[in-house]
């Protein structure tokens, strides 16, 4: 809340439809509301005004990140498609499927996405790399999924109430937290 010494404050933006999944960039510049009307908006989170609307056509967005105020734009749709979004030029192209798609995440260059399905496998997606997505599974129902600056680690919080490090380039994952450290079970929420 607090960008280059303003003051912190708190905003009430009004969406014009019920608000299915929203991400805020990097910076906090630009958000990114995914709405149940199947409208993608660009938010200007200085001025609180709604700017441009990405074109989903009848499809619903179910997950978004934003990698910068510049973009890209990731969406997860109801289909199982992941769609990225160039908001210089609005268009869009597809990244893959991932059926169940409830969960997404870019890196800050737009390189890599990495997406949660409701089977509870991870992929990444680096389309410049192959359109195949690299999967992994931490065994357990994913509730939340952060990755690194490559897409290479991906950290996902499970149903289990662990944390785990996934390391797209090999190993098993890696149990991290109070829970890891002591060996004990966390109950699930």
């Known amino acids: 809340e607090d960008v280059e010494g303003a003051p912190p404050r708190d905003d009430i933006f009004r969406a014009p ?72 030029t609005g268009t869009s192209d597809l990244v893959g499927i991932c059926p169940g798609i409830h969960l997404i995440a870019v890196t800050p260059d737009g390189g890599a996405v990495i997406g949660a399905g409701t089977d509870d496998v991870l992929l990444r997606w680096k389309p410049a790399v192959s359109s195949l997505p690299a999967f992994r599974a931490p065994g357990a129902a994913i509730t939340a999924v952060a990755a690194d600056g490559t897409g290479d680690k991906v950290l996902t919080g499970t149903t289990a109430g662990r944390v785990q490090l996934l390391d797209f380039s090999g190993g098993p994952p890696t149990e991290l937290g109070e829970a890891a450290a002591s060996g004990a079970d966390v109950p699930a929420a």
Request: proline share 4%; hydrophobic share 50%; charged share 15%.
């Open 17 to 88: 439809a019920w608000i299915l999944d929203l991400a805020l960039s990097p910076s906090g510049g630009l958000a990114v509301v995914a709405c149940e009307d199947g409208a993608l908006r660009v938010l200007n989170a200085d001025t609180g005004k709604f700017g441009s609307t990405l074109a989903a056509g009848p499809l619903t967005a179910r997950a978004v990140a934003v990698a910068s105020d510049q973009g890209p734009v990731v969406a997860g749709f109801s289909d199982g498609s992941v769609r990225r979004y160039d908001l210089a």
